[in-house]
Nanobody, 119 residues
Framework: QVQLVESGGGLVQPGGSLRLSCRASGNIRMIYDMGWYRQAPGKQRELVATITNVGNTNYADPVKGRFATFRDNTQNTVDLQMNSLKPEDTAVYYC?????????????WGQGTQVTASS
């Protein structure tokens, strides 16, 4: 079993910054891609950013230039630095990881953390 636990969400004024963190734990042999997704009320879950195990990143167009993702392979963590937040960034943010364990390879998800950009 693999657990992903996010932290760092909250309320911020438009134009402000937040940093989300996610730690993976469990019977992990290797973590391939890690990433962040978000889901706003009434909308489908959408990609925010991904990062490979060698640090190659990919960002959704709406967050390019404002968000950055980082990972620490020694700690099995991935962070999302969010700057210049807009009201449309308000959503529940989910961490994801493509993980190989002793029993197989799985897509794992965190429980989500709320980010609200509002005045």
């Amino acid at each position: 079993q693999v657990q992903l636990v996010e932290s760092g969400g909250g309320l911020v004024q438009p134009g402000g910054s937040l940093r989300l963190s996610c730690r993976a734990s469990g019977n992990i042999r290797m973590i391939y891609d890690m990433g962040w997704y978000r889901q706003a009320p009434g909308k489908q879950r959408e990609l925010v950013a991904t990062i490979t195990n060698v640090g190659n990143t990919n960002y959704a167009d709406p967050v390019k230039g404002r968000f950055a993702t980082f990972r620490d392979n020694t700690q099995n963590t991935v962070d999302l630095q969010m700057n210049s937040l807009k009201p449309e960034d308000t959503a529940v943010y989910y961490c994801s990881a493509d993980v190989r364990t002793l029993t197989g390879r799985y897509d794992s998800w965190g429980q989500g953390t709320q980010v609200t950009a509002s005045s």
